[in-house]
Structure formats: C-alpha cells, structure tokens
C-alpha cells in the first residue's frame, strides 16, 4: 500500500478516500504463472490509459510498479497468483470535483490464482443475454462495478457463467469479459472503442488468430447474430477463453465446445509457456 509492503489485515484506508466515498479510481488484474507476470506491459499501458481517461496522476512510474510487482510475487510465494492494482485519486474532504494537490492512494495485492474449472472446457458454461446498462466509457477500467455486479448476479441466479450484453441490438461484451462470436467459421469480437473494454487478454486472441491463419473481424454482432452463432467464447486474464456452450437456455452450436475454440485454446496455452505465437 503507497509503496510499503505488509500483511492484508494491517492495511487501512482512510474513510475520506475518494475511492470509498466515490467510487473514483481505476484498476488492473494480472495473472502470474509460475512467478512470471503475464502481459505485464500491455496492463501496465492499460493502467495509464485508465488513469488518464480520469485525469489522475499515476503514482509510480513504468519500472517502480514493475519492481513493487515483482516483490509483491516474490513476497507471495512466486507460484500461479492473481495480483489487483488499484489507483483511487486519494483522501480529500467529500466533493465531486477533483482536488487539488492531492497524493494518489495505490494498492496492490495477490491472491491465489483460481483455476478454470475442467468441466468448462470439456462441456462448456452457460451464459444469458442482458441490456448493457453500464456507462459510456468501458474502456476505462474503473473501480464503479456496481452495474457490472447487478448484471453478474443475474447470471447467477440464472445458473449461468457470465452475462453477455446487448446495447443499441448489438453484442458489447461480457459484464466482466470480452465476447466471441463464430460465425461460419470467423471469429467475430466488437472493436476497441468506448463501450468495450481494451481486454489483455483479447489481444492475444487477435494475435494467436492473425498468426495462425484463424480468420477475425473486429466487428460487433447483432443479438439474432449471437443466437444463431457457431460457437460464443468469453476471455478475461483470469479464466482465459471460456466455451459458452448454452445461451438463454438453448445450445450453441452442437452444444459442446467447438473445434475454432480447441484450436484457439491449445494455442493460448503454447503462447502462455512460450511467450508468445
């Protein structure tokens, strides 16, 4: 926490933070295999574009946050681990707008890295569709989840994984992933722009396709397109690509995780060891 290092019940925020009374800051989630931060550049540009879409100032520069990773990892053990970073604008007496002259608060904190339960990859997950009720910049990866919460909890109460969300007839992306559509055997995902988020984990799925001659259009689906897709897929840093196999009810596709989905998965996981396509 601010750049010190100590046990999770010692830390403490001031209740005049803007991040607890605002809900103004910005976050990063990094998965770390085998004591190796996964696509550490790409969240740490993500990070910066984040705190530049709310005016804040960054606390650490490119290699400190690199260096309080790297111990932060160290400190938990160097195995598989998840790490949170979160930026808010700091403590200031309550009021809407920003102050000034005020120090950012930063923390960063590990947890064990939750597996992807097998059976999602031998039988899928289960997904609904929901009106994306979420503000206008998603692509900024801000600490104000409450919508992103509500529409997770529908999904399930409903017995499913995730919620996929339509805005404006069109398929966005998943309350907390980036979506896939296959269709006639292209990869389809909505383009980069302020109703999706900037997904890490994305664009090694664009990469892996692109270098492997698995044809992909940045290009938003319409929700009849979704129902009538091959195969539907989820990603997000933590879980990887995750097969939908069961949309509102009905199967996708043959009802089981399609063969574009094996290829695609057998290649993140050589990318993931490797280090890239």
């Known amino acids: 926490m601010n750049g010190s290092f100590l046990p999770a019940q010692q830390a403490q925020v001031s209740v005049f933070d803007r991040g607890f009374l605002l809900g103004d800051g910005v976050y990063e ?13 790409g969240h740490l540009a993500r990070l910066q574009a984040s705190l530049d879409g709310v005016r804040m100032k960054n606390p650490h520069t490119e290699s400190e946050w690199e260096n309080l990773i790297a111990k932060l990892v160290e400190l938990n053990g160097d195995g598989d681990q998840s790490l ?18 005020v120090s950012p608060t930063s923390f960063a ?21 929901l ?17 992103n919460s509500l529409l997770k909890q529908q999904a399930l109460e409903a017995g499913a994984l ?5 805005r404006d007839g069109y398929l966005t992306e998943g309350a907390a992933s980036n979506a896939y559509a296959v269709i006639d055997g292209i990869i389809y995902t909505a383009p980069k722009d302020e109703k999706v988020l900037p997904g890490i984990t994305r664009d090694v799925v664009i990469e892996i396709a692109k270098a492997n001659d698995m044809p992909l259009r940045e ?23 995750v097969p939908i196999t069961v949309l509102d009810g009905e199967p996708v596709g043959d009802g089981i ?16 060891t490797k280090g890239g396509v």
């Open 131 to 147: 009106p994306d009720i979420r503000w206008q910049n998603c692509n900024i990866k801000a600490i104000t989840l409450l919508p």
């Open 109 to 129: 904190m590990s947890s064990p890295l939750q597996v992807v339960p097998e059976k999602y990859k031998t039988e899928g997950a289960a997904a609904i569709t």
């Open 84 to 101: 949170y970073l979160q930026v808010t604008r700091g403590v200031a007496p309550r009021d809407h707008v920003f102050p000034e002259e």
């Open 257 to 272: 995780p399609g063969s574009m989905w094996q290829k695609m998965n057998a290649l993140y996981q050589k990318y993931k």
């Open 162 to 166: 995730e919620a996929l969300l339509i």
């Open 219 to 241: 290009q938003a689906v319409t929700l009849s397109q979704l129902k009538q897709a091959d195969e539907i897929w989820v990603s997000s840093s933590t879980k990887e690509v």
């Open 29 to 41: 989630v990094i998965p770390v295999y085998k004591g190796k931060c996964f696509q550490l550049t």
